[in-house]
């Protein structure tokens, strides 16, 4: 399995709203796969913030939601505030095989 | 509230065997599967791989050969040793649980992380 595909960086405007997508192949990100997600400020640990493709763990805002169609996964932020400049990193989870992936990361500048 | 913290040395020699302990507290290590993952400094997050505590493992394939996770539960710990290391391993290194509603598909809980410098 290879690294899920992320764009390196995207950006966006505060009150804009940004998706941020995650590709794969069928082994990736097919039917027998999950998606998280998750929020990493520099120096810091990584902070789920989607879990089982479109679930928010609780204290999670709800400006932040997550998608699948076909091999890519997508990540929305609604509502873009400052605080949500950071690195977002997707994960896919193979239930067959027990196996998990991370995207590239995407840096996001607001 | 879990509470995930890695112990270990913080430089190894090349070709040395990297040796960490993950120890968590405030919650048991059973029905949860235990992960290892790392991040080269500056660089993106790496699956390492998992424990389950009866002690079920796998492993990222591209370090299946050097990679072996243990678990004491008496001791509420899971510890990972990675072989012959290379200035290629110097990375953060975090333990995680994973955990969600359906399946043990995701990271909740998160050590620190610690970091490990391979140098002479």
């Known amino acids: 399995q290879s690294a899920l595909t992320q764009p390196a960086s995207v950006s966006g405007s505060p009150g804009q709203s940004i998706t941020i997508s995650c590709t794969g192949t069928s082994s990736d990100l097919g039917s027998h796969n999950l998606v998280s997600w998750y929020q990493q400020y520099p120096g810091k640990v990584p902070k789920l913030i989607i879990f089982?493709?479109?679930e928010r763990p609780s204290g999670v805002s709800n400006r932040f939601s997550g998608s699948r169609s076909g091999n890519t996964a997508s990540l929305t932020i609604s509502g873009l505030q400052s605080e949500d400049e950071a690195q977002y990193y997707c994960c896919s989870y193979e239930r067959i095989t027990t196996y998990w992936v991370f995207g590239g990361g995407t840096k996001l500048t607001v | 509230q879990v509470h995930l913290q890695e112990s270990g040395p913080g430089l190894v020699k090349p070709s040395e065997t990297l040796s960490l302990t993950c120890t968590v507290s405030?919650?048991?290590?059973?029905?949860?599967?235990w992960s290892w993952i790392r991040q080269p400094p500056g660089k993106g997050l790496e699956w390492i791989g998992y424990i389950f505590y009866s002690g079920v493992t796998n492993y990222n394939t591209s370090l299946k050969s050097r990679v072996t996770i243990s678990v004491d539960t008496s001791k509420n710990q899971f510890s990972l040793k990675l072989s012959s290391v290379t200035a290629a391993d110097t990375a953060i290194y975090y333990c995680a649980r994973a955990s969600g509603s359906n399946w043990y598909s995701s990271f909740d809980y998160w050590g620190q992380g610690t970091l490990v410098a391979v140098s002479s």
């Open positions: 089982e493709d479109i």
């Open positions: 405030s919650g048991s290590i059973h029905h949860y599967y």
